[in-house]
């Protein structure tokens, strides 16, 4: 059993940095793969970036070059750098554990990029 719980998020002008945390209750050894996604209103849960197996990293186009996934495992703890925030970055972000028998999800933390 994993329970996530996502912080960090705000409200940010563009250009601006921010830097989302991803606590977990439990170990993420396990977690393949875990990372963030977002969601806007009306619209689907979209990957943002994500440890996949081998500890490689994808990320969505749109983020490439701007976010950076990382994680702590022994402190059981994921992080999602992202600079040279845009207005379309604006979105509720989930932080993800995709566990051997079923996925987990955080709550969500808003991040809101102001023009």
């Known amino acids: 059993q994993v329970q996530l719980e996502e912080s960090g998020g705000g409200l940010v002008q563009a250009g601006g940095s921010l830097r989302l945390s991803c606590a977990a209750s439990g170990s993420i050894f396990g977690c393949n793969p875990m990372g963030w996604h977002r969601q806007t209103p009306g619209s689907q849960r979209e990957l943002v970036a994500a440890?996949?197996?081998?500890?490689?990293?994808n990320y969505a186009d749109s983020v490439k070059g701007r976010f950076t996934i990382s994680r702590d495992n022994a402190k059981n703890m994921v992080y999602l750098q992202m600079n040279s925030l845009k207005p379309e970055d604006t979105a509720v972000y989930y932080c993800?554990?995709?566990?051997?028998?079923?996925?987990?999800w955080g709550q969500g933390t808003q991040v809101t990029v102001s023009s």
């Open positions: 440890f996949t197996s081998g500890g490689n990293t």
């Open positions: 993800q554990c995709v566990g051997l028998l079923r996925n987990y």
